[in-house]
T-cell receptor
Framework: GNSVTQMEGPVTLSEEAFLTINCTYTATGYPSLFWYVQYPGEGLQLLLKATKADDKGSNKGFEATYRKETTSFHLEKGSVQVSDSAVYFCALSPEGNQFYFGTGTSLTVIP | DTGVSQDPRHKITKRGQNVTFRCDPISEHNRLYWYRQTLGQGPEFLTYFQNEAQLEKSRLLSDRFSAERPKGSFSTLEIQRTEQGDSAMYLC????????????????FGPGTRLTVL
């Protein structure tokens, strides 16, 4: 079946620290992979995506590389800011219709 | 910028009552999705439409749930005889599918309707 496993939180980092949020997946076929972010009091927003193996998605200093051999799509950022505090969701879409989401990882960045 | 909107934002109801939620997608989007999200979990897929056709329904969608998208624009999600276990955030998303059945479209989410069943 299709599923996403995300690193459990909450994660607390100091400003300018390096961030990694792990995401691994199980899927049939060749899914597209996504990271969504949910800021406090707001709806889910697409952060980045990758549609095939070895693709790297990037946005706002965040990056994730689609690794088929390890079935992973880990989210990284070199230097986090207080404004990055949010809940991050990894998701996959095996056929472009239904999405499967992870449970979310809460990130708090302290000054 | 008119994103996905949902109404109401909050709904409190008593067990056994019926509730209906509305979703207005981004105007040119032909696909519309409903998800349910409970505390500490990611969104779970319920159903989706391509234009007015309901193409897929999750096993999570019991007979008490029904969704419509009569003119291929807005959609409604009705829950009949609500139960306490229905308490959750109901999310709507829309996308523009460029190909008939498969796509890597980005889904744009609304703010959600938070349902509390007492």
């Amino acid at each position: 079946g299709n599923s996403v496993t995300q690193m459990e939180g909450p994660v607390t980092l100091s400003e300018e620290a390096f961030l990694t949020i792990n995401c691994t997946y199980t899927a049939t076929g060749y899914p597209s992979l996504f990271w969504y972010v949910q800021y406090p009091g707001e709806g889910l927003q697409l952060l980045l995506k990758a549609t095939k193996a070895d693709d790297k998605g990037s946005n706002k200093g965040f990056e994730a590389t689609y690794r088929k051999e390890t079935t992973s799509f880990h989210l990284e950022k070199g230097s986090v800011q207080v404004s990055d505090s949010a809940v991050y969701f990894c998701a996959l879409s095996p056929e472009g219709n239904q999405f499967y989401f992870g449970t979310g990882t809460s990130l708090t960045v302290i000054p | 910028d008119t994103g996905v909107s949902q109404d109401p934002r909050h709904k409190i109801t008593k067990r056994g009552q019926n509730v209906t939620f509305r979703c207005d997608p981004i105007s040119e989007h032909n696909r519309l999705y409903w998800y349910r999200q409970t505390l500490g979990q990611g969104p779970e897929f319920l159903t989706y439409f391509q234009n007015e056709a309901q193409l897929e329904k999750s096993r999570l969608l019991s007979d008490r749930f029904s969704a419509e998208r009569p003119k291929g624009s807005f959609s409604t999600l009705e829950i009949q005889r609500t139960e306490q276990g229905d308490s959750a955030m109901y999310l709507c998303a829309s996308s523009l599918a460029h190909r008939s059945l498969t796509s890597t479209d980005t889904q744009y989410f609304g703010p959600g309707t938070r349902l509390t069943v007492l």
